[in-house]
């Protein structure tokens, strides 16, 4: 496989991974840490973009949310999402610091688009948290840490 089509399908898996479809992304980048036939640091970027952009599409899925909410495809339903608003309002944006967690980052991401987070913030802290991840993934995978 070229290393382009290894980027692309560590990027894809990292996108889906931030969104409501299951994906694991973690494991995906330590094999290929593990293979050495790649740059940890191109790998490491490549899926905190792929992360990160997973989690503007649920950005997005908040900012038209009233407009969506009805779908059965919608990955929330009615309650969860007040639970959700009611926690991103009490705690504001620095709750983005936690996008990273499996099941509960999505929903934040979600609310963060719900309650008008600026785009700006919105990437700046959940670029770092989850970049901060897939280094932390990396350096452990490496026995760094």
């Given at each position: 496989?070229?290393?382009?089509?290894?980027?692309?399908?560590?990027f894809?898996?990292?996108?889906l991974?931030a969104?409501?479809?299951?994906?694991?992304s973690?494991?995906?980048?330590s094999v290929?840490?593990?293979t050495k036939?790649?740059?940890?640091?191109?790998l490491?970027?490549?899926?905190?973009?792929g992360?990160?952009?997973?989690a503007?599409?649920?950005w997005?899925?908040?900012r038209w949310i009233?407009?969506?909410?009805?779908?059965i495809?919608?990955p929330?339903?009615?309650?969860h999402?007040?639970?959700?608003?009611?926690?991103?309002?009490?705690?504001?944006?620095?709750s983005l610091?936690?996008?990273?967690?499996?099941?509960i980052?999505?929903?934040?991401?979600v609310?963060?688009?719900?309650?008008?987070?600026?785009?700006?913030?919105?990437?700046l802290?959940?670029?770092?948290?989850?970049?901060?991840r897939?280094?932390l993934?990396?350096?452990?995978t490496?026995?760094?840490?």
């Open positions: 496989m070229s290393s382009f089509a290894v980027y692309l399908s560590l894809f898996a990292a996108f991974a969104t409501i479809i299951p994906a694991q973690e494991a995906g980048l290929l840490i593990l036939k790649h740059s940890v640091g191109v490491v970027i490549v899926a905190a973009a992360n990160v952009m997973g503007v599409v649920n997005c899925l908040g009233n407009t969506l909410n009805d779908r495809w919608f929330m339903n009615p309650v999402l007040a639970r959700v608003t009611g926690w991103y309002r009490k705690y504001g944006r620095w610091l936690l996008s990273w967690i499996p099941f980052g999505d929903p934040i991401t609310a963060a688009g719900l309650l008008r987070e600026p785009l700006i913030s919105f990437l802290i959940v670029g770092f948290a989850k970049t901060t897939y280094i993934v990396a350096a452990i490496l026995n760094l840490i």
